[in-house]
């Protein structure tokens, strides 16, 4: 069965600094992976999605992740953090028909 | 568009006692599901409907979880009797795809989080 590892529970960056949410994926066959964000009190809402096309991946708010096959990684990435993007962020894969399996989570703090 | 919409938002019991929560998804979307989020991990999914059959039910506890979509619409989630480890954030999700794949996007609820005391 397919499963994600979402390395760091919590992630503090300062506002203007370099993002980067790791995820790793266990898949046996080529997966579609996804990064869904949840701010307070509101349901989870997709950032980006890989569906096997471009391995570089760009989602909303400036978000951007890469599918890198031999590291079976999907990390989240962001040049520059805001204020506006702390929140938790969580990692998904699933293949076929097969469920969305999320990891557990990544809680990002921006330091002003 | 309307987003998916879910009551009551939070709600507190005894344990043992009964709760029902409800979803209503975006107009025209075809498949539900219902996923449990405990403190500190990633959602869990409960219950897939598509249209108003089940298409996956493997991780609901069925000796006291139940749920319904009638008429291919709303949905319920029905926990009887409650556990204490039943206190979880549950999470309603909409996908406008007709076909079961890992590839559909998810349109969530705000969820409705249930205390269990």
Redesign the interface.
């Known amino acids: 069965a397919q499963s994600v590892t979402q390395l760091g529970s919590h992630v503090s960056v300062s506002e203007g600094a370099l993002v980067l949410l790791r995820c790793n994926y266990s898949s046996s066959v080529p997966p579609y992976l996804f990064w869904y964000v949840q701010y307070p009190n509101q349901g989870l809402q997709l950032l980006l999605k890989y569906t096997s096309a471009a391995t570089l991946v760009k989602g909303i708010n400036g978000f951007e992740a890469e599918f890198k096959k031999s590291e079976t990684s999907f990390h989240l990435t962001k040049p520059s953090a805001h204020m506006s993007d702390a929140a938790e962020y969580f990692c998904a894969v699933s293949k076929g028909a097969q469920k969305l399996v999320f990891g557990q989570g990544t809680r990002l703090t921006i330091n002003p | 568009e309307a ?2 919409a879910q009551s009551p938002r939070y709600k507190i019991i005894e344990k043992r006692q009964s709760v029902a929560f409800w979803c209503n998804p975006i107009s025209g979307h075809a498949t539900l599901y219902w996923y449990q989020q405990i403190l ?6 409960l219950i ?1 409907f598509q249209n108003n059959g089940v298409v ?1 039910d493997s991780q609901l506890p069925k000796d006291r979880f139940s749920a319904e979509r009638l008429k291919g619409v709303d949905s319920t989630l029905k926990i009887q009797p409650a556990k204490l480890e039943d206190s979880a954030v549950y ?1 309603c ?1 909409s996908s406008l795809e007709g076909v ?12 409705s989080r249930l205390t269990v005391l």
């Open positions: 987003g998916v500190g991990q990633g959602p869990k999914l897939q996956d999470l999700a079961v794949s890992g590839a559909n996007v998810l349109t969530f609820g705000a969820g």
